[in-house]
């Protein structure tokens, strides 16, 4: 018997996911989990659970390939960029269209997506087929992207403008402080902040993603050979800034 549309009761087992498989307790029991990780409550899970099916997974199963995540990774990125707009639209009212459009574009890419993902720990929860697995699928900035754009639209879907409005907004917040409080050079203040420690930070390029056409960049940062933050970015330079505002928030919470 399915449960009603209410508040969160656990899943019976014969539960179905949005492809009609019966989803199974581990799997409902690892939904329920990333649910805690992500701040919100499902209605219908199986929308959470069909928002976590890459297209490798579903083609390999036979199944339709709108059954994979990318309706709601299209759904997902309208909502993120009026949600955006929308904060940074109230944030600051003496801002012209220019500034605004740019803090945007700093909220809603590749890299800041792919940030809010690994902290959630999104890669560990997607469904991916052999190849993709094989491939490191769930390390890939652009795919982590994706899967953020598209919770967010299974949310919206699920609880509406209100609820995905809230959960954007915190996922999103740090980036947005950072943004307030001190614009563009992170790697400036965390220097200042390192020399009165008297050390300087080293960078380094980790890894690359992607095509050649359309890399991501992965940098660390260090000081006194421990590691203080890492960032993602379509440049290296980008890329660096991320690591070193990464490094910040560590050395702001207490972390450092």
């Known amino acids: 018997m399915r449960r009603p549309k209410r508040a969160l009761p656990p899943l019976p087992p014969d539960e179905t996911g949005a492809v009609g498989e019966v989803l199974s307790q581990e799997r409902l029991a690892k939904l329920a989990a990333l649910e805690e990780r992500l701040g919100v409550r499902f209605r219908d899970r199986s929308l959470l659970d069909l928002a976590l099916r890459h297209g490798s997974f579903s083609h390999e199963r036979g199944h339709d390939p709108a059954k994979s995540y990318e309706r709601l990774e299209f759904l997902g990125d309208a909502v993120l960029s009026l949600v955006v707009a929308d904060d940074l639209y109230r944030r600051n009212p003496d801002m012209d269209e220019g500034g605004l459009a740019k803090n945007r574009s700093k909220l809603v890419n590749e890299g800041a997506l792919a940030s809010v993902a690994r902290r959630l ?81 080293k960078y380094r390029i980790a890894r690359a993603e992607g095509p050649e056409h359309a890399r991501t960049f992965i940098a660390v940062v260090e000081a006194a050979g421990k590691p203080l933050g890492e960032g993602s970015g379509q440049s290296k330079k980008e890329a660096e800034q991320a690591a070193a505002a990464d490094a910040l928030r560590r050395f702001d919470s207490g972390g450092q």
């Open 121 to 201: 720990n999104l890669g560990d929860y997607l469904m991916l087929g052999r190849g993709e697995e094989k491939g490191g699928g769930r390390q890939r900035a652009s795919m982590l992207a994706d899967s953020v754009e598209s919770v967010i639209g299974a949310v919206y879907v699920d609880s509406g403008y209100g609820v995905v409005h809230a959960l954007v907004i915190r996922w999103l917040g740090e980036l947005v402080e950072d943004i307030q409080r001190v614009g563009d050079d992170f790697k400036s203040q965390l220097q200042e902040r390192l020399q009165r420690r008297r050390q300087m930070p």
